[in-house]
């Protein structure tokens, strides 16, 4: 079965420095891979995705991520972060087909507070 | 205009009670979700639909009854609600089951006392 591991529950940065916030997957079939923000009492806003082509993906509000394979991993990175980007950040993965085909799961996400 | 509009937004009512959620989408999509935050904000999906058809229904409760009357509307009913049933309830679409990203609605707080 798939599954989405977010390696920090939280990230405290201080403003105009970088940040990474870290995704592992685990799938036995080809995914997609996506990075949600949820700003307090709001909906999930799509960050960015991965489909296919090139593993480096830039988004919205600065943020990229970088898809590797072979570690399976879909880490999201900001080069300076702003006390707006303060939020819960989720990594989420589709499966291609097998016997889940389909099913976005989501990780436990990643309470990213920049501090001024 | 709203993509994913689910209403309401706060939902306060009493164990025992029986409550629904209403979903709508209009962005012509296929599948509908329903997915469930909990306090700590972990989302765990609960039903998927599409294009009216239930592909994705996971250990959820009898309770608990999704409908779609047509492809942009996902309703949640859920019946005899207990304590435990409070968390953040949030209705999602994407073009097909298969691919691409999911839209989510505002989020309904439902808060059983």
């Known amino acids: 079965a798939q599954s989405v591991t977010q390696l920090d529950s939280q990230v405290p940065v201080f403003e105009e420095a970088p940040v990474e916030l870290r995704c592992n997957y685990s799938?036995?079939?080809?995914?997609?891979l996506f990075w949600y923000v949820q700003y307090p009492n709001q909906g999930l806003q799509l960050l960015l995705k991965y489909l296919s082509g090139s593993t480096l993906v830039k988004g919205i509000n600065g943020f990229e991520a970088e898809f590797n394979k072979s570690q399976t991993s879909f880490h999201l990175r900001k080069p300076s972060v702003h006390i707006s980007d303060t939020a819960e950040y989720f990594c989420?993965?589709?499966?291609?087909?097998?016997?889940?085909?389909?099913?976005?799961?989501f990780g436990q996400g990643t309470e990213l507070s920049v501090k001024p | 205009d709203t993509a994913v509009s689910q209403t309401p937004k706060y939902l306060v009512t009493q164990m025992g009670n029986d409550k629904s959620i209403k979903c709508e989408q209009n962005?012509?999509?296929?599948?509908m979700y329903w997915y469930k935050q909990d306090s700590k904000k972990f989302l765990k999906i609960m039903f998927s639909y599409n294009n009216k058809e239930l592909i994705i229904n996971e250990t959820v409760p009898n309770r608990f009854s999704p409908k779609s009357p047509d492809k942009a509307h996902l309703n949640l009913h859920i019946n005899s609600l207990e304590l435990g049933d409070s968390a953040v309830y949030f209705c999602a679409s994407s073009q097909t089951y298969s691919q691409g990203e999911a839209f989510f609605g505002q989020g309904t707080r439902l808060t059983v006392v």
């Open positions: 962005l012509g999509h296929d599948t």
């Open positions: 799938s036995s079939v080809s995914v997609y």
């Open positions: 989420a993965v589709r499966t291609l087909g097998g016997n889940q085909g389909g099913k976005l799961i």
